[in-house]
């Protein structure tokens, strides 16, 4: 239990492990997060400055292709009708104009149909192969879309040039430019297929809008069939407020897709190319190794997380073993084991400490160990305390003749022998004294000097001097355990005879001493009656002797007698004397003096007188009682 007591008591806020797990976390973060975050925006800057320089260039290259295409198909179509309108009127009939424009349309396949209207003249020529299967009639559906396109036709008559999305009309994909003619109005119908290549699908996208914003050429064939209109759109109002080319525009298109936008506006019928790439798509890669980078880092983070949580453990596991320790400590408990499991640092420190234990554990024997802890923690402060207090000294009977008889018999062993004998008698003393709440003041030689209610108490002078009594009593009990067995006649273990003298009273009790070394003690005029107590022992032929100031608190408790009074040097009154038989309820043991005395193996006085032998009589008998 205390062990576990220990480790509830042993509780930090942030342990090593988590503090280290933070650092390390924030160290990978900040140095793998700074060059990914770093990386990303130089290369996704490359990025965009080579998508936007790419755009710009494919777009260069549609608008030239583009420009170039509908300039040839411009010439030819000129050259064809000069050519025709060159040969008469009747020009309809001659073989050779059917020749010209058989031989035209060979070598132009992608043409469908020209036609014109002028001073008087009107031509339209149809590239039936190119029309085949797909329109029964080919010449009456070019007239019905000129007829329906009559006013553009009349625009280019004004000296316009028109392009005009014609897919609609003849179901497949073909583009109509209007241009002016001597006199009238001049109109081709034409494939792009050509451009195909430079409009086709792909990252960047190109697409042809006339001067309305409609549609021409895209790679979407369902666009040009359904005249796409793009004159509202942000980018194409745009193009229109600028004189001057521009690539590398982000904008987002009606689909709501970001665009990197590039435009060429074309000297052929106020045309625009448009090239755009997705803006997503740009860095769709940087993107994703931007990706793996962060899942790189959270695998790194968690090993690292996991290698720093074991190696935590390393430290914090020994440390948590110190820090119970060193509430052992305090507590008082110097027994500690520790073992260092680490040649560290750690591992020294351990060491160190096992070897402090030991130190503390030895030193707290030459002292009070619970005072001394007591004083450690600042329960104890420094200087002298009036205390109500119950004081306690005890004697072995008959010592000197004792020490005499072991010297003459084991001569330089003697000296061992009798500290090893007096130990094991303090030992069963001490334990009396401590576990009913004494505190262990001083060793006088063989005697022993106690005192109850001042270091610790029980609130109660009544108690605390029950308690002193009892642990007489205890002190009888275990000496008789320990003469089991001994005799007089054994002169290496003889039996011990004790006396007890108890005394209670207003003491002062404090810290006494120098500054290099102190003592927790109680001095005043009940401790010196306590010691003249105690020596009355064996004038009375008793063990336990107790003033009156203490059978007054206890009389109820225990069995005791009262013994002559005695006159003490510095009082003016005769002192009341109690022996102390057995507990009040305790029905097993002496009930008297004499029953007591038989236990004791003591005679009993024959007379109770002054010892005149004494140069300084500390007490002398009355008669009173």
């Known amino acids: 239990m205390a062990k576990k007591d220990n480790n509830a008591l042993i509780k930090v806020r942030f342990s090593i492990g988590a503090k280290l797990i933070i650092i390390i976390t924030f ?7 700074s060059i990914i975050a770093l990386a990303s925006l130089l290369i ?5 400055v080579l998508a936007e320089e ?5 777009n260069r290259r549609t608008a030239m292709a583009a420009e170039s295409h509908f300039e040839n198909v411009y010439s030819n179509s000129v050259t064809l009708i000069r050519t025709i309108t060159t040969a008469g009127t009747s020009a309809a009939q001659n073989n050779f104009v059917q020749d010209t424009i058989d031989y035209f349309f060979e070598r132009n396949p992608n043409y469908a149909s020209v036609f014109f209207s002028g001073s008087g003249q009107q031509e339209i020529f149809i590239n039936n192969e190119f029309f085949g299967a797909r329109i029964l009639d080919p010449l009456g559906s070019v007239q019905l879309f000129r007829d329906g396109y009559i006013s553009v036709l009349r625009r280019a008559d004004a000296g316009e040039t028109v392009f005009v999305n014609a897919a609609p009309f003849f179901g497949t994909p073909l583009l109509a430019m209007f241009f002016p003619w001597a006199g009238g ?4 119908l034409f494939s792009t297929a050509d451009l195909h290549n430079f409009f086709s699908k792909g990252v960047n996208q190109s697409y042809l809008i006339n001067d309305n914003g409609d549609i021409m050429i895209h790679a979407d064939i369902d666009m ?23 690539s590398a525009r982000l904008h987002t298109g ?5 665009y990197f936008g590039a435009f060429t506006k074309l000297k052929t019928a106020g045309a625009t190319v448009i090239t755009n790439v997705e803006y997503d798509k740009v860095f769709e890669n940087i993107d994703a190794t931007t990706l793996r980078n962060i899942f790189l880092t959270i695998t790194v983070l968690s090993i ?22 060193a509430h052992d400590i305090e507590s008082g408990i110097f027994e500690i084991s520790l073992k260092p499991k680490t040649r560290d640092e750690i591992g020294v420190l351990t060491a160190s400490f096992h070897r402090m234990c030991k130190a503390l554990h030895i030193f707290g024997r030459f002292t009070n160990r619970d005072i001394a802890v007591r004083a450690m923690r600042g329960e104890i402060k420094p200087g002298g305390f009036p205390k109500k207090a119950t004081i306690f000294f005890s004697d072995i009977r008959e010592f000197t003749s004792i020490s005499e008889t072991f010297t003459n018999i084991f001569n330089n062993e003697a000296s061992d022998k009798i500290v090893h004998w007096l130990n094991e008698y303090f030992t069963q003393m001490i334990e009396c004294v401590e576990k009913t709440g004494g505190v262990v003041d001083k060793f006088i030689g063989d005697a022993l000097m106690a005192h109850w209610g001042t270091a610790f108490t029980t609130g109660s002078t009544r108690k605390d001097a029950y308690n002193c009594v009892k642990a007489a009593l205890y002190m009888r009990t275990a000496l008789k355990r320990l003469n089991k067995g001994r005799t007089k006649e054994n002169p290496e273990n003889p039996r011990i005879k004790i006396g007890i003298g108890i005394n209670t009273g207003t003491v002062t009790a404090g810290q006494l001493g120098s500054d290099r070394r102190m003592e927790y003690t109680a001095i005043g005029d009940p401790v010196n009656l306590a010691s003249r107590v105690e020596s009355l022992c064996k004038g009375f032929g008793t063990d336990i002797l107790i003033a009156e100031n203490t059978w007054k608190l206890v009389r109820r408790r225990f069995v005791t007698v009262e013994m002559p009074s005695v006159k003490v040097k510095g009082k003016s009154k005769p002192v009341r004397i109690f022996a102390v038989i057995n507990f009040a309820k305790n029905p097993k043991g002496p009930k008297s003096i004499t029953r007591l005395r038989r236990v004791l193996r003591v005679e009993e006085p024959s007379n109770l007188k002054l010892d005149t032998n004494s140069i300084e009589p500390k007490y002398i008998f009355t008669d009173k009682r």
């Not at 160290?27 to 997060?33: A, E, Q, T, W």
């Not at 793009?230 to 001057?244: G, L, M, N, P």
């Not at 009606?254 to 970001?258: A, F, K, T, V």
């Open 185 to 188: 109005g001049a109109c081709v």
């Open 27 to 33: 160290i990978v973060l900040f140095s793998l997060g």
């Open 304 to 325: 690292s997380i996991i290698l720093i949580w074991f190696f935590a453990k390393s430290i914090s596991i020994p440390l948590k073993s110190l820090a119970i320790a």
């Open 254 to 258: 009606e689909d709501g897709i970001r």
């Open 44 to 48: 996704r800057g490359d990025l965009r």
């Open 224 to 246: 040009i069939q359904r005249i796409v209109n793009t004159a509202d759109s942000s980018f194409v109002k745009y193009i229109r407020d600028r004189q001057e080319d521009e």
């Open 54 to 58: 790419n755009n710009m260039e494919i």
